[in-house]
Every structure is written in structure tokens, then in C-alpha cells.
């Protein structure tokens, strides 16, 4: 059975990690949400993109954001 992860470009799944985890860290979202963070973490390395890799693009997209939100203030 193939994930609705495994079906997304890799560029939005770096982003789902992101945001999920982002919306884990404030509480937004339950500690339940780190099933679909393995869900994620899983269709990345069977893509191929080490999981390494994937936490360092979803750091690269918060310092992003982060600048985007400073830049509109």
C-alpha cells in the first residue's frame, strides 16, 4: 500500500516534515502527529533522500520562513 508521503514531490514532503514537526514543537498539534513524521521520515529514505538530508532541508525551510516573517515586519 502506498502512503499519501510517498505520492508527493519531495519538495513538499520536506515541508509536510517541517510544518508538522513545527506545529508538534508549539503544541499545536499532539505528540500523536510523530506517526506521521516516521511516515515521512520512511518515504524519504525510500526515495532515497537520507534522513539527514531530509531534517536539514526542513531546517533550511524554518530559517526561511523565519526571515520571511523578520523581512515583513
Known sequence: ??????????EVLVQFYYYINRNIEQEILSKAMNVEIELIEK???KRGLPLEDLKKLAAE????????????K
Open 1 to 10: 500500500m502506498c502512503s499519501l508521503y510517498e505520492q508527493l514531490p519531495s
Open 43 to 45: 518515504s524519504a529514505q
Open 61 to 72: 525551510l524554518s530559517i526561511q520562513r523565519e526571515w520571511e516573517i523578520s523581512a515583513v
